[in-house]
């Protein structure tokens, strides 16, 4: 028994390291994961930044299948990072998504012109009525009625004062933004994917809300609103989410 029991003490202390040892290293990933999440968007367009049309395509279509191990080992390969680097570039990239941003040439800052003094004001020139023989026909012919107490009429077509008048073209369109947003959904056998300048983050956020509370058609509207593709592609790919 008492051969025994230096060998006992020496487990214990190796088991007691082993675990203080993990227990650490936990700890100093969880910290690692908390302060990229801290980045926010911001750091996931800096993750996304890193690597090419190609690896962004790949790395998101691992990630849109549920395979976040194989979507870590892509971003290493691609960029070459460590294993917690690359794990918290994924679960940002997976929380905020971000579409492929050809990178750009650098601004040049633009040569600030000379002040210059200002002008003295000039006085407008009074306003010169015109004669009453000089006034066009429907103003005349306004005048005369108003003279006479009856309704003013429209002229020659045009809307009499106060009428209704309807919007401008382009009314409730969508918005369109400066770069195209890519959107990739997967179940594993099918991945489909939508990019459309007419997306962002909280737009999409909210067609995974409606789709997700059962409001499948609503989704497809919305996003067939905010893309190019058909009412069809569009319900095919809310089926997916």
Known sequence: MQNLLPPLLILLVVAAIVVFV????????????????????AAAAAASARLNEAQHRAVYSLIARGLTVQAIAAYREAT??????ARNAV??????????RTPGPTPVPE????PQQPAEPVQPPAPVEPAA????????RRSAAEASGEPARSVEGAPSAGGSR???PGEGRPERFPYRYRAIVSNGRQTLEV????????????????ARIGDAEDAAQMLHRHSDISIEDARAFVALL
């Open 91 to 100: 679960i940002l990239l997976d929380r905020y998504p971000q579409a492929f």
């Open 111 to 114: 040569a600030q012109p000379a």
């Open 133 to 140: 023989s000089e006034q066009p026909p429907a103003v005349a």
């Open 22 to 41: 993990l227990r650490a290293g936990a700890r100093r990933s969880r910290e690692s994961l908390e302060g990229a999440l801290s980045g926010g968007p």
């Open 166 to 168: 309807s919007g401008g």
């Open 195 to 210: 990019a459309s300048n007419m997306l962002n983050d909280e737009i999409y956020n909210e067609i995974k809300s409606l």
């Open 80 to 85: 070459g990072s460590g294993l917690v680097e």
